[in-house]
Structures are given as C-alpha cells and as structure tokens.
C-alpha cells in the first residue's frame, strides 16, 4: 500500500476533517513537514479540503533560519501553494521572558499559527508528528511517571490541530522525500543532545532498539492507540459517575461534596479518576501526582469526621458526616467573625427583607394574631415582638456563641457538632440577632431559641421567613 493511501484511510478513520474545510500545513523546510505539505497538496482534491503553508522563522539559526523561509516559500511559490510566515528574535525574547529557546520558540510558533487559523476561518493545523515522535513522548512520560493519561502519547486529534503522519516513521518520510526528488533542509540543533527529548531520540532509543526490541518504535506506538482506546472509555466511566454521585455543596463551582458509602462502592480506577477530575474541574487544570490521590483515598477510607487533607493550588479535601468534600479555598465573602459581605452585620427592618450572598434572603413583618399565616417550619418561624428588642440584626457566627434553650443554653459550635452541619458550611449559616442584648434569637433555617419566644400574653407577633438561594 503506498503512503499516499494510508494516509488517507488514517485521515477518514480518525475523521481529522470534513468536507471544504481549510488545512494549514506547519512547515519549517525538513523532511517530516515538507513531506506532509506534499502529500497534502497532492491529495487536496480527494480529501475535500484547502491546504496552506505556514512558516515560522524563529532566528535561533540566524542566516539559516531565514534560508529555511526563503526555501519553504520558493517551494510554495513553484507549487502556487499559499504561503504565510512570521518572524521573530526568539533568542532575545526567551532571555526577557526567563524561558528556554524550546519553550519560547514553541508558544510564539503556536500563537503565529492560533492566529491564522482564525482569520482563515477556523481553519485546521497540521504538525508533522510521526511515529518515532510519538515513541520519544510515551518513553519521555513513562521515565518521568505517567498514568494511563500519560501513554495515550500524542493523539491523532486535539482541537484544531491535526497530526497525520502518526502512523509513519521518520524513515518512511525521509525515503518519501527523496523519492519525489524533494530536498528538505537539515537543523543540525536536532543531533545536539542539550535537551532530554534530543538524548531519548539520539541515545536511548537506539540503545534499546539495538540491545532489547528491534522493534520498539512500533511497540511504544501501539501502547499509545492500546492506552488511548482504553482512556476514552474509562473517561465516559467517570463521567457517568460523576453525574451520578457528585454534587455541588451551596458553594458554586469550587466544591463538589459525594456521599462516602456511594463512592467506596465505585472501582478503584473510577475513584481515582473522579478525585483527578474533580480537582481539575475546581482548579482549571490542576493535575494531581499519584502520591496525592492515594492520600485522599486514604482520608476517605478513614472516614473521620473533621479531618482534612491540604491539596496543590489551594485545593482541600475534608470529610464530614459521611461526606467528602473536594473544595478551593477562595477569597472569603463569609467568615467566622461573622462578616457579610463587607459589613459585620446587616439590620432586619421590619416589612423588608435582608438579601445575603449566594441569594439567601431573610424577611420580617409584624402581624397582630397567626390566623391566615400558612404553616410554620425550620424556615418560617414567629416570635414575640416584645421581646426581640428595637432592632433586628443578621449576622454569621462568631467566637463563644452560645444559643439558650427552654432546658439550658449550649455553644453554637456544639449545637452545629450535634445537628450534623458539616465544617465547611457553618460560617455560612445566618442567624438573626436581638441587637441590643446580642442575643441569638433564630438560628436560620435550623432553630429558634428560647429567646423572644411568645406565648399567651403575646400581643404582636413578628414572622421571620428565610428563603434559600439556589445553588
């Protein structure tokens, strides 16, 4: 089968692209891009689509850099190709930003091609990765610790950048060039070994090539299509587990709560990943090491209430009640000095409503009897007027709170212990105040004290009512 036909069946079996869409051919003159911008442009027709090169002059080479332009656009301009480029003082910039030439150069590359892609009209961008590309990356992975992430390698598809040449070898490419009588040009900075990926290609592979598999290019490549496969899968797992066990717990996107007798009952492999991708998720990309994952299945196995176990970028793991909670530690709108929002404390008048953060809301209105009121419960409450002072307040916890009961008064802390809130949200649970005697006359949504109890001497009523904000 010639090259020209397995990279069309590898194109349509991975589904790179669709029907008139445009192609950008990153090609900086060497044998593995000039031979993918030629094949391209030979199959345009077949594979619908429009192909354009691209070419990045990065000056790291002076002089030679620039020959490499000026070949890419001549060959181009023989071919009546479309042609782009960009220049830039990578050396210079790289010293400025504190980054290594790689590093710079690849970023500025990438910005150059993001950009084209867009005023071409969304269009795709193919790099010339190949196969002994692909080994050098699940080699690289494997030596510095990976999961099954890790040997996936480089895949076929990510985005708008397209990587065709996957399944072929350098040898095959560079054989490819000279058949079509195409001389690409040479970057004597890939026989430098100052660089781990130049050293895996120039020393290791061949070492273990020539002393333990002839064939090992193509064993690392099939273990990437082998883990990619098996990825994919287990990814739909731990979503479908996801929406099946995670739950927001009132704090928006930075913190997910699971109930700890659910999640045990999951796959080791899927507890795991959940943790991985819920940290994600919290974090925007934090990746957990796999020392950190096995501290949090060892939190969760202990399943002591209270205990907690600080993660990367913020991130905190804690169990309470049965419950794990993967959480980001944010600027704080509620504390346990008892601040909303920027004030201590906010006044309850009466007829009005008290808006809190979250959407929580408290009201208060006087009545002269409870004939037509609807039933009371945990989050409508009445009191006696009399007794809840000139002023109400609403406030969050703070220090040495205590709450009195008919039978005896005990700390708010020791209340919330025994009514099972969880740590985490008891800074955010109000309480509405006699502001004058500072005593705790509701604790909302959970308790009213003894306080301003009415009774049968009662003459005027006030009706304290807390609507929840959703979550």
């Known amino acids: 089968m010639t090259l020209e036909k397995r990279l069309t069946e590898y194109w349509q079996s991975n589904s790179l692209t669709e029907p008139g869409n445009t192609v950008i051919v990153a090609c900086s003159g060497g044998p593995d891009s000039l031979a993918l911008l030629d094949i391209l442009w030979s199959l345009k027709e077949k594979l619908a689509i429009k192909v354009v090169a691209a070419h990045f002059e990065h000056g790291i080479r002076g002089q030679a850099s620039k020959d490499d332009e000026s070949f890419v656009k001549n060959y181009c301009l023989e071919r009546e190709i479309p042609f782009y480029s960009e220049s830039a003082n990578i050396p210079e910039l790289s010293r400025a930003r504190g980054e290594s030439l790689e590093t710079c150069a690849r970023q500025m590359r990438y910005a150059f091609l993001d950009k084209l892609a867009g005023e071409l009209g969304n269009a795709f961008i193919a790099t010339a990765h190949h196969a002994d590309d692909q080994a050098e990356t699940v080699l690289m992975h494997l030596l510095r610790g990976t999961g099954l992430n890790g040997l996936t390698g480089i895949l076929p598809k990510r985005g708008n950048i397209i990587r065709p040449l996957l399944a072929f070898t350098k040898a095959e490419l560079v054989e490819y060039c000279h058949h079509q009588g195409l001389s690409p040009r040479h970057d004597a900075t890939n026989e430098e070994t100052d660089c781990t990926r130049n050293r895996l290609r ?7 090539k020539k002393e333990y598999n002839k064939n090992i290019t193509r064993s690392l490549c099939n273990l990437a299509e082998t883990a990619s496969a098996e990825e994919e899968l287990l990814h739909e797992l731990t979503i479908k587990a996801e929406e099946r066990l995670c739950q927001f717990d009132g704090q928006g996107e930075n913190s997910y709560k699971i109930k700890i007798s659910d999640f045990i009952k999951e796959p080791l492999a899927i507890r795991r990943r959940l943790i991985q991708q819920m940290v994600s998720k919290i974090s925007h990309g934090t990746a957990l090491s796999f020392q950190h994952i096995e501290a949090v299945l060892e939190l969760i196995d202990r399943n002591a209430t209270g205990s907690s176990l600080n993660l990367p970028d913020r991130c905190t793991a804690k169990i309470s009640y049965d419950f794990f909670y993967l959480s980001k530690k944010t600027e704080k709108i509620l504390t346990s000095h008892g601040t909303i929002e920027d004030t201590p404390y906010k006044i309850l008048k009466l007829g009005s409503s008290v808006v809190l953060p979250y959407g929580d809301t408290i009201s208060a209105y006087v009545a002269d009897s409870l004939e037509g009121e609807k039933s009371f419960s945990k989050n409508k409450i009445y ?47 109000p309480l509405v105040v006699n502001s004058c005697t500072g005593d705790i006359i509701w604790v909302v949504g959970l308790r009213q004290t003894k306080v301003a109890l009415a009774d049968k001497e009662t003459k005027q009523y006030i009706i304290l009512s807390y609507d929840k904000g959703e979550e």
């Open 202 to 208: 120039l020393q290791l592979l061949p070492l273990l």
């Open 383 to 429: 009191c006696d007027a009399a007794r809840c002072g000139t002023e109400l307040m609403v406030r969050y916890r703070h220090d040495g709170d205590r709450i009195r009961f008919e039978n005896g008064s005990k700390k708010l802390k020791d209340f919330f212990v025994d009514a099972k809130v969880e740590r985490s949200s008891r800074d955010r649970v």
